[in-house]
């Protein structure tokens, strides 16, 4: 029989993964256009053309433990699907390990951010197309388009990678850098959540995200950011805004699946692949 669709067909056991995979399919506040709520399953999907081990990080994910732990529930609210992503992911710190949440729209970066602050100061790297710095959108405080300034309100710091699309009011905000500037805002002493919108690549490279925008970084400059990341303590990460519907050929999809295996390879795979390099 066919078991349930897993990330890279990985199914370590909880209790030794070193990495957890948790969807989260919300698309409530979607603004241009939809499809997030299939990306969880659709970049479990593209997982499967690629292959375990990552080149640029010498590192085989078999050898990492990998535990997906599915999807929270769908059909609950948007209050309900957040609380529940919220307290999953404070779980899976709890326990020691890292944990990659795939959205999804954006706004479930927050709750994710939110358990990581729960257990102490943690700092916020985002790559983003937009700011998402808006107070409020379409008269709600939580929505995709006003996750970062949510998320700057319980991050020791955030900073912001790859924004080319401003509404005005925060060209003066102190969030931004230059993708080679990460490491000297950030602060050695406190961990790391990074939150990956897709639409910060080219949509050139990435066409299938919800809001695309021209220009932005190329998927060299995102694994450029991955290696700044991997010298301080990552915790965890969301990949977000993939609309599976607009990119009929799969590339998005896969260039998401990708992303993820090497990011998990850059932050919590090194140990795994100093071990195998001096076994």
């Given at each position: 029989m066919i078991g349930p669709l897993r990330f890279l067909g990985l199914d370590t056991p909880l209790e030794r993964a070193r990495v957890a995979i948790l969807g989260v399919p919300v698309e409530r506040t979607v603004s241009y256009r939809g499809g997030p709520a299939q990306a969880p399953t659709a970049i479990r999907a593209a997982s499967d053309s690629i292959e375990l081990y990552s080149h640029l990080f010498r590192c085989d994910l078999a050898h990492v433990g990998v535990c997906d732990l599915g999807d929270v529930d769908p059909h609950a609210s948007l209050a309900e699907m957040l609380h529940a992503t919220e307290a999953e992911v404070g779980r899976i710190l709890d326990l020691g390990k890292g944990i990659v949440v795939l959205g999804g729209e954006h706004t479930v970066a927050l709750p994710a951010v939110r358990a990581a602050a729960g257990r102490g100061?943690?700092?916020?790297?985002?790559?983003?197309?937009?700011?998402?710095?808006r107070e409020e959108y379409g008269g709600e405080e939580v929505a995709h388009a006003t996750v970062l300034r949510r998320?700057?309100?319980?991050?020791?710091?955030?900073?912001?990678?790859?924004?080319?699309?401003?509404?005005?009011?925060?060209?003066?905000?102190?969030?931004?850098?230059?993708?080679?500037?990460?490491?000297?805002?950030?602060?050695?002493?406190?961990?790391?959540?990074?939150?990956?919108d897709l639409d910060a690549l080219d949509p050139a490279l990435c066409p299938g995200v919800t809001n695309p925008e021209p220009g932005g970084l190329t998927y060299g400059d995102v694994i450029g950011i991955f290696r700044t990341l991997g010298r301080f303590r990552v915790v965890g990460m969301d990949l977000v805004e993939l609309a599976p519907p607009f990119d009929p050929s799969g590339v998005s999809a896969i260039t998401a699946a990708k992303l993820v295996l090497e990011a998990i390879a850059a932050f919590w795979g090194r140990s795994v692949g100093e071990d195998a390099r001096r076994g």
């Open positions: 100061s943690v700092q916020v790297v985002a790559l983003d197309a937009h700011t998402d710095l998320v700057s309100e319980v991050a020791a710091r955030l900073v912001i990678v790859g924004a080319r699309s401003f509404f005005g009011e925060e060209v003066g905000e102190p969030f931004f850098a230059p993708p080679e500037g990460i490491a000297d805002r950030l602060s050695p002493r406190l961990p790391v959540w990074l939150t990956l």
